[in-house]
């Protein structure tokens, strides 16, 4: 099992910055690939970002690429999400996951149970 735990959202004005934190713990944190999806009121949970195995590799949506970056502190089991310049529409609940390098929900075994990220105009 893998154990996920997210931290650090909360209410941030238009143009400022979080950064979110997942905690993890269980089996080896280091043979996963670890994403961030999101999902707001009413729609489908979306991909953010994820982050290869040994940090090799990057990928973003569309929405949050040159705003956000993951990263990963595999010697303290920690994913991390850097956002700048939040929007309103940013607004969700943010999901740290471990699995296989995708974008796809299917592919990721381990979730957290989110954490509120809410972006005012």
């Not at 979080?18 to 269980?26: M, N, P, V, Y």
């Not at 705003?67 to 956002?83: C, G, K, T, V």
């Not at 607004?91 to 974008?103: E, I, L, M």
């Amino acid at each position: 099992q893998v154990q996920l735990v997210e931290s650090g959202g909360g209410l941030v004005q238009a143009g400022g910055s979080l950064r979110l934190a997942c905690a993890a713990s269980g089996r080896t944190f280091s043979n996963y690939a670890l994403a961030w999806f999101r999902q707001a009121p009413g729609k489908e949970r979306d991909f953010v970002a994820v982050i290869h195995r040994g940090a090799t590799g990057t990928f973003y949506a569309n929405s949050t690429k040159g705003r956000f970056a993951i990263s990963r502190d595999d010697a303290n089991d920690m994913l991390y999400l850097e956002m700048n310049s939040l929007k309103p529409e940013d607004t969700a609940v943010y999901y740290c996951a471990a699995g296989r390098y995708s974008t796809k929900l299917t592919d990721f075994d381990y979730w957290g149970q989110g954490t509120q990220v809410t972006v005012s105009s």
